[in-house]
């Protein structure tokens, strides 16, 4: 026993130094510096929340780790510091969970090798740790679930009349922690509601488990209430779980659904890019087919969703069985489906996730043959175990299979693991039939989860993965792997906008640094680039008259800019600077440029003043030239307007 608790104590060190391992590599990449989509928006909702600056309205997401996030800016960091305390908090939490998962199947099968195997299952699991270091919900909430979990084991080894207080300490853990996972991701809403069917199922016995779910649902549903309450003093509107869930449950099973993942319908523009785009589409879909004027009654929303869903099923329901088929077999596959990230595509980046084999389908394959092999001595732990899976995924499969959304699931695979340790004994004792149907169910589960159905291996969610790297080397002022990502995207989807807006901006950057040379391209590429995108920012347009000027274009150049002029700073001011950069200012142009205040002007515009006047003494030129880098500037600008 010594030498097995020494085990878990390295197995847990070893967990810690292999997700430091991959944070040290993942770190030092652009998603790594730069949280993107939904852990973005996870950021910005925990800074809103510290600063008391969030929106007085509902919920539209679980605001619980968020709150456990604002903790770290209400402490001083910034949101650099806070992304790196957030990575290291997710790689803490994950290695609790694995000390949970260990004595969780140490006491629910009474076999610590066994929990030694799940435990490294789940602590090495690269899945889980890719997840772990985004600042993402999921990680805390298989915590809180698991933590709830262990609070039945004195429920399954101890009867009530017996013990009835260590029972009834056990219900109120679960009650409580379940009720919190909830509020943390609001798919737990499943295993709390459905408890009284888990434990009758597990137990077969129907008082005692009555008394427990009576325990469990009156200690969750007080979490959940307070979570209400919460909710109604923010924003005077009493909401147990976030509103998302309706659109999303109608995006996810429409006629057109894929059944894997939310694509979206319409192209969300730049400006809504802090907004969860889900969010911002469900609300500009409802106005345009029901001619509502903003602002949007939320209930009223929602219930349009859900009866446009109930409707399309009655309508067409063998069409929605047939997906529900589909994406059975997508939660049985291997491929972690697209969820913020395509798992794969980033797991080849990884030297430390790249070789690492375990995933679904080995713990698919761990979780059945461990179920027939240990059932016949753990019976109840395994139809707990049985029912836990299929509850959460039937909340699964209401939604999508994603990555992010079948996760919790492999605590409960893991932990089914444990029936291995007995094959040795067992095997002699089985007979022929149980040894055929064994060695068959485990050839089908790896057919099933190691096949490529129904495009299931789609990989053309690569392209949302260029884009955010190509995304987060810009905000990084890496140009160079910018514009390589945004070039990979163009490929797949050549006229695809932000891709264009990307590729541009950072072929600029790079041609002004005179480095632009190795993406082997010229402003005429950026020029036929630009002329395919359908909605051109102020920014665009003004890049497409530097493109203009460059590929000889002038006149046409010279009225872009002067068109641009009259649009808001600072694209107004740099439109005014290549004006008078370029030689073509008229005396108009020199007089707007007086009254445009010294903070509003594009450094573009600083330069050209400096140009027209190199000697001059006033006020604003001395503090152009003070400015930091703007002899630097001058010499880059020198490339696109020759100094005269």
């Known amino acids: 026993m010594l030498f097995l608790d020494r085990i878990i104590w390295w197995l847990l060190l070893s967990t810690l130094v292999y997700g430091f391992l991959y944070l040290s590599w993942y770190f030092g990449t652009p998603l790594g510096q730069i949280p993107v989509l939904d852990g973005a928006e996870n950021m910005i909702v925990a800074e809103a929340i510290a600063n008391a600056t969030l929106p007085t309205e509902p919920f539209y997401r679980a605001v619980l780790y968020p709150c456990v996030l604002s903790v770290f800016f209400i402490f001083g960091l910034t949101s650099d510091e806070t992304l790196l305390a957030t990575q290291l908090l997710g790689l803490v939490i994950h290695s609790c969970s694995t000390a949970i998962i260990f004595y969780l199947s140490s006491n629910l099968f009474n076999n610590r090798k066994s929990a030694l195997m799940a435990a490294v299952l789940f602590g090495l699991n690269p899945v889980l740790i890719f997840f772990a270091v985004d600042p993402l919900d999921v990680t805390l909430g298989i915590f809180l679930f698991l933590i709830g979990l262990y609070g039945l084991l004195p429920l399954l080894k101890i009867p009530m009349d017996t013990d009835f207080k260590s029972v009834y300490i056990g219900c109120i853990q679960t009650g409580l922690f379940w009720g919190f996972a909830t509020l943390v991701r609001p798919h737990f809403i499943i295993i709390y509601v459905a408890s009284p069917l888990i434990l009758s199922f597990t137990l077969l016995n129907w008082k005692s488990s009555v008394r427990a779910s009576i325990i469990i649902l009156f200690v969750g549903g007080t979490v959940l209430c307070l979570g209400g309450l919460v909710q109604y003093f923010h924003s005077n509107t009493f909401r147990i779980i976030p509103w998302q869930g309706a659109y999303n449950l109608w995006a996810a099973n429409k006629p057109d659904a894929n059944g894997k993942f939310f694509k979206q319908k319409i192209f969300i523009e730049k400006s809504y890019t802090h907004m969860n785009p889900a969010r911002v589409e469900s609300i500009d879909l409802y106005l345009k087919e029901t001619d509502t004027q903003p602002p949007v009654d939320i209930d009223l929303m929602n219930a349009y969703w859900r009866s446009k869903l109930f409707m399309s099923i009655v309508e067409e329901p063998a069409y929605w069985l047939a997906l529900m088929m589909r994406k059975v077999y997508y939660l049985f596959n291997n491929y972690e489906q697209y969820n913020n990230k395509t798992y794969s595509f980033h797991k080849q980046l990884s030297p430390f996730l790249r070789w690492n084999p375990i995933g679904w389908g080995l713990l698919l394959i761990f979780y ?19 029912i836990l899976f299929v ?10 299979i994603s990555s992010r ?17 007995s094959l040795s004994q067992h095997w002699r004792q089985m007979n022929g039939i149980f040894k055929t149907s064994f060695i068959l169910i485990i050839i089908i589960t790896s057919i099933v989860s190691f096949s490529n159905l129904f495009k299931v291996r789609d ?99 010279v009225h872009q800019w002067r068109r641009l002029k009259d649009v808001n700073q600072p694209v107004a001011s740099a439109a005014l600077g290549a004006l008078l950069l370029s030689g073509h200012s008229n005396q108009k142009d020199l007089i707007d440029m007086e009254v445009i205040a010294l903070e509003e002007m594009d450094p573009i515009l600083k330069i050209a003043l400096i140009r027209r006047d190199p000697s001059g003494n006033n006020t604003i030129l001395n503090e152009i030239r003070g400015a930091e880098n703007t002899v630097l500037l001058n010499h880059q600008l020198s490339r696109i307007f020759p100094k005269k």
């Open 368 to 386: 059945i043959g461990g179920c027939m092999l240990g059932f016949r001595d753990h019976p109840s732990e395994y139809r707990l175990l049985l």
């Open 391 to 400: 509850v959460y995924a039937a909340g699964i499969l209401l939604f999508y």
């Open 459 to 557: 990989k053309s969610t690569f392209i949302q993965d260029y884009l955010l790297m190509a995304n987060a080397s810009a905000r990084l002022e890496l140009d160079d792997s910018a514009h390589q990502w945004a070039i990979t995207a163009l490929k797949l989807s050549p006229n695809r906008p932000d891709a264009i807006r990307i590729a541009v901006l950072s072929f600029y950057n790079l041609y002004i640094t005179n480095t632009e040379s190795k993406t082997r391209e010229n402003w005429s590429d950026q020029l036929k680039r630009l002329k395919t995108h359908p909605k051109k920012d102020s920014i665009l347009q003004f890049m497409e008259g530097i493109a203009l000027w460059k590929t000889g274009y002038t006149k046409e150049a």
């Open 405 to 421: 959304f079948r996760l919790p699931l492999m605590a409960l695979l893991c932990l089914g693991s444990a029936g291995w340790s």
